[in-house]
């Protein structure tokens, strides 16, 4: 993910949406453990000292260090300037990023959830999305939107949507490590947008993106040892999407289920389902099998928060009734 956000920043043309996620596992030793949360740090560090006109702005990012403490550590070293605290006020700081944007800098726009970008969404669609393509490409609007996204833990309905759609983060991967090989602790390691990864290869192709990626793999893990084994693939970004990368595994492997935290309907799985249809129907031993979230506001008991995500034997279960066992 630290990747893909330093690419963001380094691009002079309109960066909105795109979601990827960072490698949830290498398949070549790994010099380091790395949080998601320090990942983040690490990037943003980065790119504020290689390019002057990146700052960060969000409420409690500077001094308190975030709420995450994902920009810990930069308020001390880039000053009031760069790193600035704003009132609770989405909308408001939301277009001071978005001026400062088509004025020429590379701000960093954190909502503290992402659940209240709402309140900004007209600036976030109309004002940051489209004004590259309603100038013939003469207006760039450099920046990106990040922040913590999907369902917590025990924070009910306000605080639990899933807006796959810009660059964020789930809230419950801050603290989770994750391997990085020594490539891609360099300054310079970038992924390219759109680009999927797969995980683990096989029979049956899982996809899925953000946290249920290492659903996908754990649950992977529980069916191969009743000889069932599965193409696990990481989206790392849903806009662009690597459909391509999906259907070359569905065509190998003859079945695809899909996983994510978000509602069912208009969902990334039924876009995926929609798009791999006409390339590779006739590849398809059985229907495509969505695993979401339930179509409920997120309630507030842990027991009926559980049963409201995805789990492991959901996956588990979907596998075995796409290849009817």
């Known amino acids: 993910m630290a990747v893909s956000l330093r690419f963001f920043l380094r691009s002079g043309k309109n960066t909105v949406s795109a979601l990827r996620r960072r490698e949830f596992h290498s398949s070549v030793p790994a010099a380091v453990q790395v949080t998601v949360r320090d990942a983040l740090n690490q990037a943003m560090d980065e790119e504020l000292e290689r390019d002057e006109r990146v700052f960060l702005l969000g409420e409690e990012v500077a001094q308190y260090d975030g709420a995450y403490k994902v920009s810990r550590g930069l308020w001390k070293k880039y000053g009031d300037k760069r790193i600035i605290d704003t009132p609770i006020s989405e909308m408001g700081f939301t277009g001071i990023a978005v001026g400062a944007a088509m004025a020429g800098l590379r701000p960093i726009c954190e909502f503290m959830t992402f659940n209240f970008s709402m309140q ?13 393509y309603m100038s013939a490409g003469l207006q760039s609007v450099p920046i990106v939107f990040r922040g913590p996204n999907g369902a917590s833990a025990g924070v009910a309905a306000q605080h639990s949507q899933c807006f796959a759609a810009v660059f964020l983060e789930n809230e419950l991967l801050y603290g989770v490590p994750f391997e990085m090989s020594e490539e891609s602790q360099s300054k310079d390691f970038t992924i390219p947008i759109g680009k999927a990864k797969i995980e ?10 953000s946290r249920y990626v290492s659903h996908c793999l754990d649950a992977a893990a529980v ?26 595994s569905v065509m190998k492997t003859n079945h695809l289920v899909t996983v994510e935290g ?6 990334v799985g039924a876009e995926i389902c929609a798009r791999i249809m006409e390339p590779a129907f006739n590849y398809l031993d059985s229907p495509v099998t969505r695993v979401t ?33």
């Open 200 to 209: 683990r290869q096989s029979s049956v192709t899982l996809v899925s993106h």
């Open 223 to 248: 069916l191969a040892k009743e000889g069932i084994e599965c193409e696990v693939i990481n989206l790392r970004t849903i806009r662009p999407l690597d459909v391509e990368c999906i259907e070359t």
């Open 262 to 267: 978000g509602w069912p309907q208009f969902g």
């Open 293 to 325: 979230g339930v179509d409920i506001p997120m309630p507030y008991a842990k027991i009926l928060e559980d049963h409201s995500l995805p789990q492991v034997k959901d996956i588990v279960f979907s596998v075995k009734k796409t290849l009817n066992i």
């Open 120 to 132: 900004a969404i007209d600036q976030v669609i109309n004002s940051a999305a489209k004004t590259y």
